[in-house]
């Protein structure tokens, strides 16, 4: 019996890491992939946001605007605008879960 407690502790104990990691590799992904141009705060306030009038993210009402399978879509193939790249899209280095997860990401943005 000992030993089944501790093997079900053991897969407790794995998930919560796993959960942990997660978080840190969304963060990781969207300072890596997103902040640059939409900020670490998503407030778009950096140099290259400005420059493309990025959206800001904290913004209620942009919040309600945008719709997750666009976002998705959007972080999967990339942004086009008169036929000129405005966003890369991530679909060869990114997963489509991980792409999913920025999308969270985003939601938590806004107060």
Request: glycine share 8%; net charge positive; with cysteine.
């Amino acid at each position: 019996m000992k030993t089944v407690s501790k093997i079900a502790l053991a897969g407790i104990a794995l998930a919560f890491t796993a959960g942990a990691s997660f978080a840190a590799t969304t963060a990781e992904n969207w300072e890596n992939s997103c902040a640059s141009c939409h900020g670490v705060d998503g407030k778009a306030q950096t140099k290259q946001g400005k420059k493309l009038k990025v959206r800001d993210y904290t913004d209620p009402k942009v919040q309600a605007a945008m719709k997750d399978d666009a976002m998705l879509t959007a972080i999967l193939d990339g942004v086009k605008e008169n036929g000129k790249e405005r966003m890369k899209g991530y679909k060869g280095e990114l997963s489509e879960q991980e792409c999913k997860d920025l999308v969270a990401f985003i939601r938590q943005l806004k107060p």
